[in-house]
């Protein structure tokens, strides 16, 4: 039996229909039939539910995954989640038995988010929300809880039978508009099996479609097995590069490059780019004081979510659906206390709105000093992109011991308002909001630079994250994949339009020490020092090319190649040689040495001067002029007589001294040549 082939062709009446599933599914002998009856009666026989005496009912509506209304497989609260929110559950049973209207499934809206917003709950149980009020009124709400479920259903029904039906604003209006319209054709018909004739016949749309999508594959193929073809390739396949290499090899710079290729001058076609830039890190009570600054400061909550700010936001946060209750909730949320007809326990500050008797929103004249700052950034937002203004499609960070998941993807943060009162809204890091907006913004290419990305620890910041960023498993690509978040619960995938570029330092942490799950999702691009930069590069008398060669030929036998010293320390001298101001380009030098090069061969010895002084080639300098470290022998005979006993074996201890930056040594040419011309530079001295 092919029901919706029989519907598309107009075989089957709306009654024929309920008929047809009922016997196909047959409900009058089904288990959910008789769950869905003996719960909702249950839930009608029981007077209140704000005792703890009816928690069980209270538990089955929203906590129990199915409970004979429908069944939620993802939404739902963990068990500690419930427990710790019982008394809220327990106070919106109560209201949606009281009156299960659209005025208190707003007011439920409100307090869910307030709820999240206040760390309460984790996040924002939609389909549960639906569900509670579908088992209170199954006259007027159907069982198909899930908004996007619901809407394919009605849509579907509505253009076969010509229900006249608007299927505009939320999911209880939508469902009150759908019921109606059955009511008035079969005023007969069993409410429960119009409900479950509804569900499955979203079921079998949806089998449906997933059947034709695999036939156009099937026949995709068939049509593509007959042409001789190269496999496609992406335009553009996503990034995923780190660069390593010693300390002042140049890393941070190509970065720097790196961000000009997401850099571009704002144009008229750039807009909605620069729009999320601006909107990225806002939350909604700032777009929507933004919002009705632009609406003349007054209006209904249809034209506040139609506005192409808020939609803006939205599509960042990946919202499609439930925006007038997300517009409700922050209104009521920030509406003066004054206010005679918000009722809204939890308010917060900014409060700067109110609403009409007629349910116009406005914003409050006199508070409008405590958002300055929104007043300015609506002025911006008027003028729109200036030609000479950067649009930049990329975040930077520097990784840490201490950074987590919180901060690059998602987390809870501590927010106080003015009266001192703490929410623990959950929001996104700063990786979360760059995948926002690329995925607002297909048509270009955006970029996660990431410094010091070894320093961190992957499996903490990226979580359960580290198999999306894989290439083949980004959105649109051939292994796709999607997760669950674990504070917000959204669905997310990582866009393939995402670039993932780092640096590290093997200084600080060798390559074959690193993260296996970093090391085999990028690719690492070796960096090296490249003496061919300081090529010809002369100061006072100083090869700056021989002289780090020496240096970094020394430090590798001692230590290893990963610990060499970089060209970038050397380029402000080459710079100024290249200026042909020497004076300037010795200076550079000095102050090389002294904040760049001794600080790290202290830090690559632990404080052993003495190879310290071989790199320098101290101990080849016949001059002790010409020494950086000197070396001393002990006094302790001059401090504690002959006979101290403090020498093992008699031997003779050595103490290491730096001069100090002020001693004249800094500012010996010879000095510096002697590091890779100990011979000739000592030689040059005493020829004097």
Not at 107 to 119: D, P, R
Not at 161 to 186: P, V
Request: proline content about 4%; aromatic content about 10%.
């Amino acid at each position: 039996m092919d029901i919706v082939a029989d519907i598309e062709a107009g075989k089957l009446t709306f009654d024929e229909m309920i008929g047809s599933l009922a016997e196909y599914k047959d409900y009058s002998h089904s288990e959910w039939d008789r769950r869905y009856r003996e719960f909702t009666a249950s839930l009608q026989q029981t007077p209140t539910f704000s005792e703890p005496e009816t928690d069980d009912l209270v538990k089955r509506l929203w906590y129990e995954r199915d409970n004979g209304i429908a069944s939620i497989r993802q939404g739902v609260p963990s068990l500690a989640e419930f427990q710790q929110s019982l008394p809220l559950f327990r106070e919106l049973t109560e209201r949606i038995r009281r009156q299960p209207d659209e005025q208190t499934y707003q007011y439920v809206e409100a307090a869910l988010q307030q709820a999240k917003e206040s760390g309460l709950l984790k996040r924002m149980y939609w389909s549960l929300r639906n569900r509670v009020f579908a088992a209170f009124t199954p006259a007027t709400c159907t069982s198909t809880v899930d908004e996007n479920a619901f809407t394919k259903a009605a849509m579907f029904l509505n253009d076969r039978f010509s229900l006249a039906l608007t299927l505009t604003g939320n999911w209880l209006q939508k469902n009150h508009e759908l019921k109606n319209a059955i009511n008035a054709r079969l005023p007969d018909a069993d409410p429960y099996h119009v409900n479950m004739a509804i569900w499955h016949l979203y079921e079998l749309l949806r089998e449906r479609d997933g059947e034709q999508k695999q036939q156009e594959v099937a026949n995709h193929l068939a049509v593509e097995s007959h042409k001789v073809v190269s496999p496609q390739i992406p335009q553009h396949s996503p990034v995923n590069a780190i660069y390593f290499g010693p300390p002042g090899t140049g890393k941070t710079f190509v970065l720097q490059q790196k961000m000009k290729e997401y850099t571009t001058q704002a144009a008229s076609a750039d807009y909605d780019a620069w729009l999320d830039s601006r909107l990225e890190m806002l939350n909604w009570m700032q777009v929507t004081a933004l919002v009705l600054l632009d609406l003349n400061r007054k209006a209904k909550v249809r034209l506040l979510i139609e506005h192409p700010w808020f939609q803006r936001k939205a599509l960042l946060n990946g919202r499609s659906s439930n925006l007038s209750q997300t517009a409700w909730a922050t209104l009521q949320s920030f509406t003066v206390p004054e206010s005679t007809t918000v009722e809204y326990k939890s308010r917060r500050e900014p409060a700067i709105f109110n609403k009409t008797a007629e349910s116009e929103w406005f914003l409050v004249k006199p508070q409008l000093e405590q958002v300055e700052d929104l007043i300015s950034l609506y002025d911006e937002l008027k003028r729109g992109p200036q030609t000479a203004e950067a649009i930049q499609r990329f975040a930077a960070v520097t990784f840490h011991q201490s950074y987590g998941y919180e901060e690059f993807i998602e987390g809870m943060r501590a927010r106080a308002d003015d009266n001192g009162n703490i929410s623990y809204p959950i929001e996104p890091g700063i990786f979360m909001r760059l995948c926002q907006r690329a995925k607002a913004d297909p048509a270009h290419r955006y970029a996660i630079f990431i410094d010091e990305i070894n320093r961190g620890n992957i499996s903490k910041i990226f979580g359960e994250l580290i198999s999306l960023i894989e290439i083949d498993k980004r959105a649109g690509m051939s292994n796709a994949m999607s997760l669950q978040l674990s504070y917000s619960g959204q669905v997310f995938s990582v866009p393939g339009n995402v670039d993932i570029i780092g640096a590290m330092n093997t200084a600080d942490r060798s390559l074959a020490l690193m993260d296996t799950a970093l090391r085999r999702r990028f690719d690492f691009i070796e960096m090296m020092p490249d003496l061919s930069l300081l090529s010809g590069a002369k100061v006072k008398g100083i090869e700056l090319e021989s002289l780090l060669e020496k240096i970094n030929s020394r430090i590798e036998a001692l230590y290893d190649r990963e610990h060499t010293l970089g060209h970038a320390f050397f380029m402000p001298v080459k710079k100024a040689c290249d200026a042909k101001d020497e004076d300037l380009a010795f200076k550079q030098l000095k102050a090389a040495f002294q904040k760049k090069i001794i600080p790290l061969l202290q830090e690559y010895f632990f404080d052993d001067w003495n190879k310290i002084r071989l790199v320098l080639a101290d101990n080849q300098k016949q001059n002790d002029s010409l020494q950086f470290v000197m070396e001393q022998s002990d006094d302790l005979e001059i401090l504690f007589g002959a006979d101290h006993g403090l020498r093992r074996h008699d031997q003779q201890s050595t103490a290491y001294e730096l001069k100090a930056f002020e001693h004249e040594v800094w500012d010996l040419p010879q000095a510096y040549r002697a590091i890779y011309q100990p011979e000739e530079a000592t030689q040059a001295v005493q020829n004097g």
